[in-house]
């Protein structure tokens, strides 16, 4: 037991705890669902939290013996890496069980990441319903319509009628929870798509009446690998509030809306800054073991060793000039966290502009012209700063160092903006994920520039 834990956000959670841990020391998988059902649902994340690695097993292993609809629901209350790592530990019944109430997405995550041997029992395990839908939007990306659309759609035949729509309503009833009711959609008996429409515009018309006459024909369809950016505009232009997705051979794989985009984007943004932080592998939680939370802060730390390193031997070539001009040591730091700074700025806008489509990576010349202006007037405002507070502060022995560091700083900051701004772009175009490696090598390239600008200079005019 460690001394170090989190605190509960309140008195109830508190009680709440202590209420699944005796049904946990008692395994009593009903008592235990009925706490659970009871709970306030503001609670459960932070109690759920709480639990230790073994008691999360043993909690999600009763519940899906008794209500593996709840069980897969708490589910959403964990981050991917804690999911995956939850249902791995899991014995091979409860997990099959509890595959079959996640929703499509989750089933996807496993599908995707789980060991290939549990991969095999659990493509068996795929609702029979969706089994088809499910399996052909494994094979798209992530950040694409078919990695995020949601396959729980209704589909009938193309003679369907009325009674046929109440039928398959009725029969699915336990599952509207997770079912796209809003819409029904209708194939040809070769499984094509032929088109949807409301339920709400058809429920109350006459028994016997063919919904193929009510096809709505406003209603647009996305490619599965449609992008994000895609997405978000064709949901823009359209008053629907969900879109079907049908592959090349007209079989429709599933439906996307804005909760499902707005929560890719949403995992998009938090991977960036996660990985512009210098955090790879995905979500990192304090509850997942130390030795994996280093290994993937190393991942990052390691490289920055060696691009640092490089950084500074320019001061070990400039030693004896920092020896005769002491105060170059202080201003050298100053200069190059300034540099940095602008130069972060400008990796921020080409993220966020790669990301929403409204630049690639063939647009460099259009970056650094936008970035030179910028680079410039700041680098002249901010170096005249500098000169002044040099002046008053330092400039003592040598008159001539607050010109030296303010022209430094307008070269090093030029440069910085051109690079933060083209820097992703350059990445992207060589595939590598610009995010993920922008922030450490603008560092070690501002840092290059920075401390090269004011040594050089302070060797050409003050010595």
Not at 55 to 74: D, G, H, K, M, Y
Not at 75 to 99: G, K
Not at 413 to 436: C, E, H, Q, Y
């Amino acid at each position: 037991m460690t001394l170090i834990t989190l605190a509960f956000s309140s008195e109830g959670a508190e009680k709440l705890y202590l209420k699944i841990l005796e049904c946990l020391t008692l395994r009593k998988a009903k008592r235990l669902n009925q706490t659970l059902l009871e709970a306030e649902p503001v609670e459960l994340p932070s109690v759920l939290r709480k639990l230790s690695d073994q008691q999360r097993i043993a909690t999600w292993t009763l519940l899906s013996e008794v209500n593996p609809s709840l069980a897969a629901n708490l589910l959403d209350h964990l981050s991917d890496s804690e999911l995956l790592w939850l249902i791995s530990q899991l014995s091979e019944s409860s997990t099959i069980v509890l595959f079959q109430y996640l929703h499509s997405a989750d089933r996807r995550l496993l599908l995707n990441e789980l060991p290939s041997d549990l991969q095999k029992q659990l493509r068996q395990a795929l609702p029979s319903t969706w089994k088809d839908e499910e399996r052909a939007a494994l094979i798209y990306p992530q950040d694409s319509a078919g990695g995020i659309c949601k396959s729980e759609v209704l589909k009938l035949a193309a003679d369907a009628t009325i009674d046929s729509l109440s039928a398959i309503l009725s029969a699915e009833e336990h599952n509207l929870d997770r079912l796209e009711w809003r819409y029904v959609y209708l194939h040809d008996t070769e499984g094509s798509y032929l088109g949807g429409l409301k339920i709400r515009d058809v429920l109350l018309l006459p028994r016997g009446t063919s919904l193929r006459e009510y096809i709505d024909t406003t209603v647009p369809v996305i490619s599965p690998d449609t992008d994000l950016n895609t997405i978000k505009s064709t949901l823009d232009t359209t008053l629907h509030p969900v879109v079907p997705i049908v592959d090349e051979q007209g079989f429709q794989i599933g439906i996307v809306g804005f909760k499902h985009l707005n929560e890719a984007l949403y995992q998009r943004s938090k991977q960036q800054m996660l990985e512009q932080s210098g955090v790879f592998g995905g979500d990192e939680s304090r509850t997942m073991p130390v030795l994996k939370r280093n290994l993937r802060r190393l991942a990052f730390l390691l490289p920055s060793v060696a691009l640092s390193y490089a950084a500074i031997s320019i001061i070990a070539i400039y030693e004896p000039i920092i020896e005769q001009i002491a105060v170059l040591a202080a201003v050298l730091p100053l200069v190059a966290n300034l540099s940095g700074a602008a130069g972060n700025q400008s990796v921020a806008v080409s993220i966020r502009e790669l990301s929403m489509g409204q630049i690639s990576a063939k647009d460099l010349l259009y970056v650094v012209a936008k970035e030179i202006p910028i680079g410039a007037i700041n680098g002249i405002l901010i170096g005249g700063v500098l000169a002044l507070l040099t002046l008053f502060t330092l400039g003592g022995e040598h008159s001539g160092l607050p010109l030296v560091i303010a022209i430094a700083y307008t070269l090093s900051s030029t440069l910085a903006v051109v690079i933060g701004g083209t820097l992703p772009l350059l990445l992207k175009r060589l595939n590598f994920d610009p995010a993920m490696l922008s922030s450490p090598m603008l560092t070690t390239l501002t840092d290059a520039i920075s401390f090269f600008s004011v040594l050089y200079l302070a060797h050409a005019f003050l010595l």
